[in-house]
């Protein structure tokens, strides 16, 4: 369908989005939509109005619409993006390929399935676990501690990192960057007593060994999180903490 676009400013925005729905035969095809942008208008605005006025089907998520819950990522161009977060003004030069998160099991659309993504996540328990104080006690850090994993408290969840990652590919039982740099996270924590059971965590093919450091997630992360530098950090530690129990055993 087309539009006749009022300001000779903006094209028309041509959309072209890998569909799948199980019940139809194909369950997978390339719809094409063409609409008239508006300024300032952003990609999951396009989405939502192809959804009102053109095909009403058309799945996808979001929730917030300010890139804080995370759930509008997809892959535009090649590219993983919050679809919040991306201007169609710089979609109009050519004909845009909307595609799911790669690497997790297709629902609808552009829905993917990020249960293996959550069940990583649970398994690191991503809480506190300090110490029992008084009720009327706070919880204080040092500056300079708090402002260590100030990076890593960035994390909206939207499951980006996994889509650019080759260990994640390779393995879905790899933890992941998101997973990973949480848990160093809580690693550094002044206030979490799980030290030695996160590094236990971590320590494994599945954990930090499983990287290839190839920083992929460090630059597609929508929030500046940097999973890999919290990887690196972590196999420090992990390393650090082997020796110090060999000696530990050998002056026994």
Not at 85 to 95: A, C
Not at 118 to 146: A, C, N, W
Not at 156 to 180: D, E, H, K, N, T
Request: proline share 6%.
């Amino acid at each position: 369908m087309k539009f006749k676009v009022q300001s000779s400013k903006f094209k028309a925005l041509t959309l072209s989005i890998k569909r799948f729905q199980r019940e139809k035969d194909p369950s997978s095809w390339i719809d094409t939509f063409q609409i008239e942008p508006k300024k300032g208008m952003n990609l999951l605005e396009a989405l939502l109005q192809i959804q009102d006025d053109q095909d009403e089907s058309l799945s996808f998520r979001y929730s917030c619409r300010g890139a804080v819950c995370g759930s509008c990522a997809m892959r535009v161009n090649g590219k993983l993006v919050l679809a919040c977060r991306t201007h169609v003004e710089d979609l109009l030069e050519k004909p845009t390929l909307i595609e799911p998160l790669p690497f997790f099991p297709v629902v609808r659309d552009l829905i993917v399935d990020m249960s293996t993504f959550f069940d990583h996540y649970q398994q690191i328990e991503p809480y506190l676990h300090g110490t029992p104080v008084p009720s009327d006690t706070e919880y204080k850090m040092e500056e300079d501690k708090r402002k260590e994993i100030d990076p890593y408290i960035q994390c909206i969840l939207c499951g980006i990192c996994f889509g650019v990652c080759p260990a994640f590919q390779r393995s879905s039982q790899f933890l992941g960057p998101a997973i990973l740099a949480k848990a160093y996270r809580f690693l550094v924590d002044s206030r979490d007593r799980r030290f030695e059971e996160i590094l236990k965590t971590a320590d494994c093919r599945e954990g930090v060994w499983g990287c290839n450091t190839v920083f992929q997630c460090v630059k597609v992360c929508p929030k500046e999180v940097p999973p890999t530098h919290a990887i690196v950090r972590m196999r420090g530690k992990i390393l650090r903490n082997r020796i110090s129990s060999f000696i530990s055993r050998l002056a026994r």
